[in-house]
């Protein structure tokens, strides 16, 4: 079955209609919008989500999810706008791991009644560090919802900065999964050879280069017959070839998808 690539454009912070173009012309679906400071639409101009769709739509792009925190007031604006997803992270903080689990899901119980009244999903990501990282704690967060209301967005590329294998993440994600995110990274060693101790630190890098396999990723979701959003992220450690690297990533990414047919 088809998926649907988007491209989340945090990379870029040009006007609308620029980049609309750009996007259109990578050859994506659509995009996932960051709603925040310094960029074109921030969480106090909600007012301009309407024409940001509409030129958005003019260049045969749809929006299918934001990148933002999760309240009313943005929750109605995504309704109102046909946005059907807010993507969300889960930090862990001071308080430690089971702590953070257990806030992260009173705030999901504490917005139920308004995700069921506006038709609205929050997506809640997997990320390396200082976060809910792996599928199985994805799978902890979301548990017991309904995946209208609250599902999981798995990031094949800090899954694989985690060690797990992407067949056992999506099996462990898959009764809850809502979006895919593809981009790539490894352990970069920064320290020296005759460091006390060794120092890594993640390089982010085009998709057939690092931890994550696209090619397993993709023939997974192929055979379980995934339809849904996957979202390459356009995160790279060389920011000077965001362009390039994307346009290359696009391109694989749908070369997988084809070959699975």
């Known amino acids: 079955m088809a998926v649907t690539f988007s491209v989340f454009t945090k990379p870029w912070r040009e006007p609308i209609p620029q980049l609309a173009r750009r996007i259109a012309n990578l050859g994506f679906d659509g995009i996932e919008l960051p709603v925040r400071p310094g960029y074109p639409v921030t969480p106090d101009t909600l007012?301009?989500?309407?024409?940001?769709?509409?030129?958005?739509?003019?260049?045969?792009?749809?929006?299918?999810?934001?990148?933002?925190?999760?309240?009313?007031?943005?929750?109605?604006?995504?309704?109102?706008?046909?946005?059907?997803?807010?993507?969300?992270?889960?930090?862990?903080?001071?308080?430690?791991?089971?702590?953070?689990?257990?806030?992260?899901?009173?705030?999901?119980?504490?917005?139920?009644?308004?995700?069921?009244?506006?038709?609205?999903?929050?997506?809640?990501?997997?990320?390396?560090?200082?976060?809910?990282?792996?599928?199985?704690g994805l799978r902890e967060l979301v548990a017991g919802y309904e995946r209208a209301q609250v599902a999981a967005v798995w990031d094949a590329a800090h899954n694989a900065l985690n060690g797990e294998d992407p067949e056992l993440a999506i099996d462990i994600v898959w009764d809850s999964l809502g979006m895919v995110n593809l981009k790539n990274a490894f352990w970069k060693l920064t320290s020296g050879p005759e460091a006390a101790e060794a120092q890594w630190t993640p390089y982010w890098t085009a998709g057939p280069h690092g931890l994550a396999s696209w090619r397993r990723v993709a023939a997974e979701l192929q055979r379980r017959e995934y339809s849904g959003v996957v979202c390459l992220t356009a995160e790279y450690s060389d920011e000077e070839r965001v362009d390039s690297l994307i346009a290359q990533d696009i391109q694989f990414a749908k070369s997988l998808w084809k070959a699975g047919l």
Do not use: W
């Open 47 to 136: 007012e301009l989500l309407p024409e940001t769709v509409r030129q958005m739509a003019d260049a045969g792009l749809k929006v299918f999810s934001i990148a933002s925190s999760a309240n009313e007031r943005t929750i109605a604006a995504c309704a109102d706008n046909g946005i059907p997803t807010i993507r969300i992270m889960a930090p862990i903080g001071d308080g430690g791991y089971v702590e953070a689990v257990r806030r992260t899901r009173s705030k999901f119980d504490n917005l139920l009644p308004l995700l069921r009244q506006y038709g609205v999903q929050i997506g809640v990501q997997n990320h390396y560090g200082g976060f809910v990282s792996n599928a199985s």
